[in-house]
């Protein structure tokens, strides 16, 4: 099932961002084998969960994949691996290069042993400059690439992170799509390439096509930044009742707008509305002045006003209410699962809609080493020799599900 059903990807990443692009793999069908060392992936620790080594983080992150638990201190341990690098079509891995290479797994052995191989990197930062070999986390690259800088910039007041993963997951979804393109090259012409995704040069990609602006030129144009969206106005809209989100952003919208509020002669009446240009230039008064109005209303009121208007508007969503959107209730994004440890969760479905081969939750999150003596039969090795890696501690597996 799913457009890379074949496809054979070792994953040697933790946390966030290497998982998530991973398990965006393993959804389109590839076989995505979780390369974990003995202590497990460190999500497996975050969030509440029913088991050790099962949080909701790590449950929500690595679904479509089977786990591998070796050390690879042991030359056993790196030997099976290599058995296992031999087969494949992908090396996915977030561990330092200079790392890799005291593992003798850079490029150039593993490249020896399998010339096809698509070796991918996701690490913090490009290795041609002073940052190649520093170590790097979401919070790190959101501070570095402006990200946190914008907050304080529309508010007034500290510069602030994104209470999410994003860096992680921009950076995952970007290495996806590299990490397919190199595959395509690489069934073209049976050679494969190592491929590099640095976190954050791909951030700053990502914000600054916003926000790079009168920088753009040389001379400059101005300091920088998107106006619009650097307004301290710039947020979900109070309501009576509740909040609503909504961008009253084209002429035609605000037509429509005006029209249904009853004030279609303002742009006429007050110049500060005539047209986007003039709209842009005093944003932080338009914005304020539709905070003001939607205060006279319900949600419910104005979600009805803002359809008949054609413009776009969504309800401002909570943890417990997003829950029950009914555009997600109808498309049946949350799905419900039962994990044969964990019990009964909650999954939310791969996003993209596939109408020949389509991608899906096929195999809940693994435990850890759960299919170790399964994936190691596939690349060779006797059931004497998995047992003697199991009782040298080089291969790690569950004794028995757990209660």
């Known amino acids: ?48 969960g029913r088991h050790a080594d099962m949080g909701a983080i790590y449950l929500n992150a690595n679904r479509n994949k089977r786990s591998l638990c070796l050390n690879l201190k042991e030359a056993d341990g790196l030997a099976a691996l290599k058995a296992l690098i031999s087969g494949a079509d992908v090396l996915m891995y977030n561990i330092r290069p200079k790392a890799m290479a005291r593992l003798g797994l850079d490029y150039e052995t593993v490249a020896a042993l399998n010339p096809r191989l698509v070796y991918a ?34 508010t007034g007041g500290e510069p602030r992170y ?16 590299a990490i397919c393109a190199a595959v395509i090259h690489a069934l073209k012409t049976g050679q494969g390439q190592r491929v590099d995704i640095p976190m954050f040069e791909t951030m700053v990609n990502f914000v600054l096509g916003d926000h790079l602006g009168g920088l753009t030129f040389d001379p400059p144009l101005d300091r920088g930044g998107y106006a619009r969206q650097l307004s301290a106005q710039r947020r979900p809209y109070r309501t009576r009742d509740g909040y609503v989100c909504a961008l009253v952003y084209t002429d035609k919208h605000w037509t429509r707008f005006l029209a249904e509020m009853g004030l279609a002669d303002l742009p006429q009446r007050d110049p500060r509305f005539a047209g986007f240009t003039n709209r842009m230039a005093n944003i932080d008064f338009v914005y304020s002045e539709l905070s003001r109005w939607f205060g006279d209303r319900t949600t419910a009121e104005w979600l009805d006003l ?29 799905q419900m699962q ?49 047992a003697d890696l199991v009782q040298r501690g080089v291969l790690h597996v569950p004794d028995a599900p757990a209660a």
């Open 121 to 154: 990197g996701l690490f913090g930062f490009g290795q041609n400059g002073p940052y190649a070999d520093d170590p790097a986390y979401d919070d790190l690259i959101q501070g570095g690439s402006t990200l946190a800088s914008l907050f304080a910039i529309g």
């Open 1 to 48: 099932m799913g457009p890379i059903a074949g496809l054979k990807i070792l994953d040697m990443t933790s946390v966030v961002m290497g998982p998530f692009a991973s398990q965006a793999l393993g959804d389109m069908g590839a076989d995505v084998i979780k390369i974990e060392p003995p202590e497990g992936d460190i999500t497996r620790q975050i969030g509440p």
């Open 162 to 177: 994104v209470p999410s993963a994003v860096a992680d997951r921009v950076v995952g979804l970007s290495a996806v799509g």
């Open 306 to 334: 803002l359809r008949r208007a054609d413009v776009p508007a969504l309800p401002m969503h909570d943890f417990a209410s997003i829950l029950s959107d009914r555009h997600l209730v109808a498309t049946d994004y949350f």
């Open 338 to 386: 039962d994990h044969p440890t964990e019990g009964r969760i909650r999954t939310m479905r791969n996003p993209t809609d596939w109408f020949g081969t389509p991608a899906g939750s096929r195999e809940p999150a693994p435990r850890k080493g759960e299919q170790g003596r399964e994936i190691l039969r596939e690349a060779g090795l006797s059931d004497t020799e998995i």
